[in-house]
């Protein structure tokens, strides 16, 4: 079914421009990085920095009358760039999942979580209402959600953030989409979902083999999950590292002062060896 | 004397159906004791739906509790005479999570940072736009900010102008809801420093609502933990956090996530370099 590239999503050259009032805007540039099956790549940078323009652009989720994507995308081998609506609609969903930052927004509130579930399953399967439905609740139970169907017939308003954000990666996950963009998928979960959300992204990763781009200005969150990582800054990249080597030896200066704005506990314990 | 206490305050929601004989009632906040010490910042820990926000309002004087007390400078905020709740409603003031629906998209930064100004303070139009600016530039925004409206600053920029708004009356007592958790972590250090200069400048206290332990760690002096509307925990030092027995603390300690890539915790992350 799948190529056995390593590289799943290869991103080259990318270059986005916006058409403003007073001109064309460079949004990010000279954007380049590779995904590899199974491994998480990490997007860093603060608010601003170009991770969102980044991740949307992959999926062609610019409007396309202001703004321009110059570059290469390719899906495994396959490019993405300039495809026209129908032909990513197909893609979209079902290769690459998209998991956004805020789940309340990101569900319609005038349709139960079953519908637009079932929706998204037969939309890109031949299965019926029934196949797709067990698939929903098969998805929902992988992630803990409890009483699956139940939660099916309710709306996205009645279901609190961190189970909005689990039902979307279900339903992220059950077409075992061979990318994941987890745009910021927990900034905003409290502490304790935030590190269930990983471990349900992370478990994903490892039964399906699914590459994830996770952006995040985190460095909690990258440090937990990231085998690699992308730093930017100004719609640049600045530093690319393997994690390890990130944390103890940061080489550009906007790296160190990322790494210098964490907020760090002092006291004598590493916390994780409290679990 | 503590600048502000809580006395025994216990709060419940009603939910008003049309069938009126089942009682409906959901109790948010159960006995809550607490006061706050001039100066000083306490840090109110908890998850999602454990009443933190519900305890911030009822401080706020914006949800009147069915039981209990609050008292500032030694008055009851609710039954105080007009004028001393006129000088509270001064001294307390508050920063919400949501820096968008915090302020009103049809106002100039200007506007919005001066009109507390405008309502308690006789300044002339020059002094109050120089003491606006003073403030812009107190938080890390410039002059240039001035006649830009709320959709053209980013997130973390119009906190900072909440902020400004804030502590343009120099308050006594900050409410800061969830206040740095929209940002990244660049701008919440940078905030946090923010918040930090101003509390020894001004002798600013603090009300750090927060689920996110690593903030309320580097800011508060005292720590507090409320766990289904009921405070479960309050430290006189944020220490003792990390000593705590308590199941729901040993549970917050262990959804921390790593400092480094070292410390992981997911099982099938660790040991891949």
Same mark, same amino acid.
């Given at each position: 079914m799948r190529t056995e590239r390593s590289n799943v999503l290869k991103v080259s050259d990318l270059h986005v421009q916006v058409q403003t009032k007073d001109g064309a805007s460079t949004l990010v540039q000279d954007i380049n990085f590779e995904l590899e099956k199974g491994k998480v790549l990490g997007l860093v940078g603060e608010s601003g920095s170009g991770k969102t323009v980044t991740s949307m652009s992959i999926l062609q989720l610019l409007d396309r009358k202001t703004t321009t994507i110059e570059g290469s995308?390719?899906?495994?081998?396959?490019?993405?760039?300039g495809l026209d609506d129908k032909e990513i609609r197909e893609i979209r969903g079902k290769d690459i999942a998209f998991i956004m930052q805020n789940p309340m927004n990101s569900f319609t509130p005038v349709f139960t979580i079953g519908n637009q579930f079932i929706e998204t399953i037969r939309s890109h399967t031949s299965l019926n209402k029934k196949q797709a439905k067990e698939l929903a609740i098969d998805a929902m139970q992988n992630v803990n959600l409890p009483d699956p169907a139940k939660l099916l017939k309710s709306f996205p308003f009645q279901l609190s953030g961190g189970m909005l954000q689990r039902v979307m990666i279900a339903m992220a996950a059950c077409l075992h989409p061979s990318v994941i963009i987890a745009d910021e998928p927990t900034t905003a979960l409290d502490v304790h979902n935030q590190l269930q959300v990983l471990r349900h992204l992370d478990k994903i990763r490892a039964e399906y083999g699914t590459a994830i781009l996770l952006i995040s200005h985190d460095l909690g969150v990258i440090s937990e999950m990231a085998d690699d990582v992308v730093v930017m800054q100004h719609g640049r990249i600045v530093e690319t590292a393997n994690v390890f080597e990130l944390f103890d030896n940061p080489q550009h200066e906007y790296t160190k002062k990322l790494l210098n704005a964490r907020l760090i506990l002092n006291h004598e314990e590493p916390i994780t060896y409290m679990l | 004397m503590s600048l502000l206490q809580v006395k025994a305050v216990t709060h419940s929601y009603n939910s008003h159906t049309f069938f009126k004989w089942k009682d409906h009632s959901k109790k948010v906040l159960t006995d809550i004791s607490l006061s706050i010490d001039e100066g000083t910042c306490l840090g109110l820990l908890g998850t999602s739906?454990?009443?933190? =926000?519900?305890?911030?309002?009822?401080?706020?004087?914006?949800?009147?509790?069915?039981?209990?007390?609050?008292?500032?400078?030694?008055? !009851? %905020?609710?039954?105080? #005479?007009?004028?001393?709740?006129?000088k509270i409603r001064r001294d307390l003031q508050v920063v919400f999570q949501d820096s968008y629906s915090s302020v009103n998209p049809r106002m100039t930064a200007?506007?919005? %940072?001066?009109?507390?100004?405008?309502n308690y303070e006789k300044l002339t139009v020059a002094e109050q736009k120089r003491t606006v600016i003073e403030l812009l530039e107190r938080v890390g925004l410039s002059?240039? !900010?001035?006649?830009?409206?709320?959709?053209?600053?980013?997130g973390g920029q119009l906190q900072r102008?909440? %902020?400004?708004?804030?502590?343009?009356?120099?308050?006594?007592?900050?409410?800061? #809801?969830? =206040?740095?958790? =929209?940002? !990244?972590?660049?701008?919440?250090?940078? %905030?946090l420093e923010l918040l930090n200069e101003l509390k020894k400048d001004f002798g600013l206290s603090y009300l750090f609502i927060t689920h996110d332990i690593k903030a309320a760690y580097s800011i508060s002096d005292t720590l507090g933990v409320l766990e289904k509307g009921e405070?479960?925990?309050?430290? #006189?030092?944020?220490?003792?956090?990390?000593?705590?027995?308590?199941?729901?603390?040993?549970q917050m300690r262990g959804s921390i996530l790593a400092e480094h890539p070292r410390f992981r915790s997911l099982p099938t992350r660790i040991n891949k370099t």
């Open positions: 995308i390719t899906l495994q081998g396959r490019e993405l760039n | 739906g454990a009443g933190k =926000s519900t305890l911030g309002k009822v401080i706020l004087g914006l949800e009147r509790p069915q039981q209990g007390q609050v008292l500032f400078q030694g008055h !009851d %905020i609710y039954t105080a #005479d007009k004028l001393i709740r006129q200007e506007h919005i %940072i001066g009109e507390p100004l405008e002059e240039k !900010d001035l006649k830009k409206y709320p959709h053209q600053f980013s102008i909440n %902020i400004a708004r804030a502590i343009s009356l120099k308050p006594l007592l900050i409410v800061l #809801d969830e =206040s740095v958790s =929209s940002l !990244d972590m660049v701008n919440q250090t940078l %905030i405070l479960i925990e309050l430290y #006189d030092s944020k220490t003792q956090f990390f000593s705590s027995e308590h199941p729901v603390v040993k």
